[in-house]
């Protein structure tokens, strides 16, 4: 009878587990999150983000109403303002808190591809890239490149090494 190969991680020894190594990356794209958590995660954001939107343009003056219809318009520093903040709203919110009120709702949280914390500039980059996901309509791009990424990254995921997680328990 041969002895077991030392080397080989899958090979039990007399009473020992066999074990096989985990590298933090393997241990991150197992525990991303499902592309619907995220799509439900970016309803919730996309509605707060609508409700900013209404209240610029109430504040601008710019907000009409026709029959049962109601119009919101923002034009030129208002539309820089609500671009700014839907970048800011990401961005400010995931490198403070890890998540944003839709991804923290569902207990999820953007971690880099190790599972630690993403730093600011891969968040920066990641939501910068953002702009890019949402084509050619409502992130089109970005759930076509989750749907085929192993480890459900969008495009600004990839770039930028973070992926999306269950939060700790």
Do not use: C
Request: charged share 15%; aromatic share 10%; hydrophobic share 50%.
């Amino acid at each position: 009878m041969q002895d077991p190969n030392p080397s080989d991680p899958d090979t039990s020894h007399a009473g020992e587990q066999p074990t096989k190594p985990e590298t933090p990356a393997a241990s991150a794209a197992d525990a991303s999150v499902s592309q619907g958590r995220r799509i439900a995660a970016g309803v919730i954001d996309a509605f707060i983000l609508t409700l900013v939107w209404m209240l610029l343009s109430a504040v601008s003056g710019d907000m009409a109403t026709q029959d049962t219809s109601v119009r919101f318009n923002l034009n030129g520093w208002w539309l820089v303002l609500f671009l700014s903040t839907l970048f800011g709203y990401h961005f400010v919110l995931e490198a403070a808190f890890g998540a944003s009120i839709g991804k923290w709702l569902l207990g999820v949280r953007v971690a880099d591809v190790s599972g630690a914390p993403a730093k600011p500039r891969a968040l920066f980059l990641r939501n910068v890239l953002r702009f890019v996901d949402v084509l050619p309509f409502y992130y089109l791009m970005g759930i076509v490149a989750v749907a085929a990424s192993k480890r459900r990254q969008r495009l600004g995921d990839m770039a930028a090494g973070t992926i999306v997680v269950r939060k700790a328990a």
